[in-house]
């Protein structure tokens, strides 16, 4: 079995393109992934790539998925210390490398900056990663 910590823009694409994963996966993120996609896709709307009811199509999408949803002491002290060490400013993509450390064999983002700058701390997968059994 594969474990995948994936970001919001990942849970989206995912529920946006109907995939389904094979058995030998598993997905993991933190609780906030819920929130983040929110706010991505009433953004989506607002800038009139998508409509309300997509939105909302694709949040139910990503309220349902077989996902197990992380926020516990641990994962958040390390998203701590991971956004000190990187020096970010905010610790929200600091809880997808926590999660990817601690419950995943890799990190699917779709976010190429962020992929950049946990080079070396996580390992990263692409997308189509999930796709394959």
Known sequence: ???????????????????????????????SLQTQALSQLYRAVRRGELNKEEARAILDGITT???????????????????????????????????????????????EQLARQVEGIVVTAPFEALLRA
Request: avoid cysteine; charged fraction near 25%.
């Open 1 to 31: 079995m594969t474990r995948f910590a994936i970001d919001a823009l990942t849970a989206i694409r995912l529920v946006r393109e109907g995939v389904t994963l094979p058995d030998a996966h598993q997905l993991v993120a933190p609780k």
């Open 65 to 111: 998925m077989r996902i197990r949803l992380l926020g516990d002491r641990v994962s958040r002290a390390v998203a701590w210390r991971v956004a000190e060490q990187l020096g970010w400013d905010d610790t929200a993509n600091a809880e997808y490398v926590a999660v990817a450390q601690l419950q995943a064999d890799a990190l699917v983002t779709l976010d």
